[in-house]
């Protein structure tokens, strides 16, 4: 590609009932479970606005009006803590705010998969290439995943997705790819399978939610075809792009966390607590007396 393609819009599926997260998620939206102080989908939001990104499309569903609300202006809040000289709360507060006209949702109304969900965004899309983030998926990296991803589409074009190797028993938890060429991070994609079983995986080279799409993913959506675990899964409209618009695999730089999972947000709680200058010494201590309590259930 001769010229740069400025990637504007990111979807986020944010349909899910979150029912691993029950009771928690019976009226908080999954998304806004908090990583230490910030809700998931900040982190997602944060990234996308990283890489460019400057329209912000969510997938959404019943009981996700919380979701809405955070992502919305808080003019009261914000004159109460300026009142009250909270001045770096405030600068939090602002940092998480959406320029006006920059959100926009999308409903799904029945819950038919990823595919359909990035398909009920299709008016909000057009015709552009457009990114997807599933905020379940946090990657800690000193370069954002996307913003490196935005990076390496430059260069290769057409279908992007974020890669990583994962244990062989864990394949059946993920699209699996199987590749061709190897350049640096970028590999070429010549099948995709979602949720294969271990025996017939064609690799352990895994799809994590990060994801740069051709419009045209968005025709192979319509067609509603169904597939693993009875239901409409974007990966196989991305394969259905192989050997037209191409597809490629970029391993990116960074630590990935599975949020989806209880043992994964837990990670990720300690990891991203750690990292923070005014936690981190008053955790460690915390870390390193936690081996020696009793666990709370006890
Ligand atoms: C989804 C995708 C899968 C991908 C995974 C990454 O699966 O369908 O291809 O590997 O996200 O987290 P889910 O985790 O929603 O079952």
């Known amino acids: 590609m001769s010229r740069q393609t400025r990637i ?12 691993r997260f029950l009771p928690a998620t019976k009226s908080i939206p999954k998304e806004l479970l908090p990583l230490v102080d910030r809700p ?28 809405e609300d955070y992502l919305d202006h ?20 602002e940092n998480t705010r959406m320029p006006s006209g920059s959100t926009a949702y999308a409903r799904q109304g029945e819950p038919r998969g990823l595919g359909h ?17 599933l905020p379940d998926d946090v990657i800690a990296g000193a370069v954002p995943c996307l913003k490196q991803m935005v990076d390496a589409y430059q260069t290769c074009g057409g279908n992007l997705v974020a890669a990583m190797e994962v244990a062989p028993e864990e394949v059946g938890s993920y699209g699996i790819l199987e590749t061709t060429h190897r350049n640096g991070p970028l590999c ?3 099948g995709m399978v979602e949720k294969p079983s271990p025996k017939t995986a064609p ?60 043992a994964g947000f ?21 870390l390193d007396g936690a081996m020696h309590v009793r666990v709370a259930a006890e």
Not at 8 to 19: C, L, Q, R, W
Not at 43 to 60: H, Q
Request: net charge positive.
């Open 74 to 93: 808080a003019p009261h809040l914000a004159e109460t803590l300026r009142r009250d000289n909270k001045t770096s709360l405030l600068a939090e507060l």
């Open 266 to 286: 837990l990670r990720a709680t300690v990891a991203y607590a750690l990292a923070r200058p005014d936690l981190r010494d008053d955790f460690r201590q915390c």
């Open 40 to 67: 998931l989908i900040q982190y997602a939001i944060d990234e996308a606005r990283a890489a460019g990104i400057d329209e912000f499309i969510f997938v959404t569903a019943r009981g996700k009006t919380a979701l």
């Open 117 to 133: 969900a990035v398909w009920c965004a299709r008016h909000l899309i057009g015709d552009e290439p457009f990114a997807v983030i």
């Open 8 to 19: 504007k819009k990111a979807v986020f599926p944010v349909a899910g009932m979150g029912t």
């Open 203 to 262: 690799s352990n080279l895994a799809v994590v939610g990060r994801y740069i799409l051709d419009a045209a993913v968005l025709n192979h959506l319509a067609r509603k075809q169904v597939g693993a675990g009875g239901e409409i899964q974007l990966t196989d409209a991305i394969a259905a792009e192989i050997g037209k618009s191409g597809v490629h695999g970029f391993r990116f730089a960074g630590q990935r966390f599975d949020c989806g999972s209880k």
């Open 188 to 190: 070429t994609v010549s």
